[in-house]
């Protein structure tokens, strides 16, 4: 049987995603909660992010994950829905903002594998959770792991220090058990790492930043050339 505790996999220097789209929509009304379940980031929010954590809620709603944050216990940036559940199939929710640290791992756990074994993962990672009861019975729908790894595809081509896929239970492997082993790891790797890059006809005709030329007239907010930031 796979062993939760060894989930893990580095991004490859290659084959970074141009481009990726995410169906997600904010947990309605999760944000009240921000204030009392997630941090400031100690590192900058974009090049600080070095990993994305899988987790597994251990119960059979969104709304019970939920219940966490608003009792400022925990928290995650995105949830993907059970099979039970309307959004499976359509959407993730967004739960708490990626420029913020969500509360998913102890700050005392670490690991060597991942980032050099630095502690306070919260503030260099992302934290995804998958609604899933952990039980035997309880596996994984297709779309579930498929969504997951369309989340990770958008976290990929977005920061581009991120190298770690790792699971809770790596990082926590005293505690933690998720997302157990019954979530299709290889399957979600190569997911990862072939997946199609997603490229709507509207982006596609759009010029790259690369090839626009320095001394194009300017149409928009700077008239003139830019003395300082404002």
């Known amino acids: 049987m796979a062993d939760p505790k060894r989930y893990q996999f580095d991004l490859p220097a290659r084959g970074r995603p141009a481009r990726a789209s995410l169906d997600e929509a904010w947990y309605p009304g999760i944000q009240p909660y921000w204030k009392d379940s997630t941090s400031s980031r100690i590192f900058d929010a974009i090049f600080g992010v070095r990993a994305v954590v899988i987790h597994a809620t251990a119960g059979g709603s969104s709304a019970g994950a939920v219940s966490v944050m608003k009792a400022g216990k925990a928290s995650f940036h995105w949830l993907v829905p059970g099979e039970d559940e309307p959004q499976h199939g359509k959407l993730v929710w967004a739960c708490?903002?990626?420029?913020?640290a969500a509360w998913h791992v102890r700050n005392a756990c670490s690991h060597p594998d991942v980032n050099g074994g630095a502690r306070r993962v919260n503030h260099w990672s992302l934290g995804i959770e998958i609604v899933n009861r952990?039980?035997?019975?309880?596996?994984?729908?297709?779309?579930q792991v498929e969504a997951t790894a369309r989340i990770v595809r958008y976290?990929?081509?977005?920061y581009p220090n991120l190298r770690h896929v790792v699971s809770h239970a790596k990082l926590d492997p005293g505690r933690r058990s998720d997302p157990g082993p019954r979530f299709p790891w290889p399957?979600?790797?190569?997911?990862?790492?072939?997946?199609?890059?997603?490229?709507?006809?509207?982006?596609?005709?759009a010029t790259d930043a690369a090839l626009i030329p320095e001394d194009i007239q300017a149409a928009g907010c700077w008239t003139e050339p830019a003395t300082g930031v404002s």
């Open 96 to 100: 708490a903002p990626e420029a913020r």
């Open 134 to 143: 952990q039980t035997p019975d309880d596996g994984f729908s297709d779309w």
């Open 155 to 158: 976290c990929w081509a977005k």
């Open 187 to 205: 399957r979600f790797r190569q997911l990862v790492v072939t997946g199609a890059d997603e490229a709507p006809s509207r982006i596609a005709a």
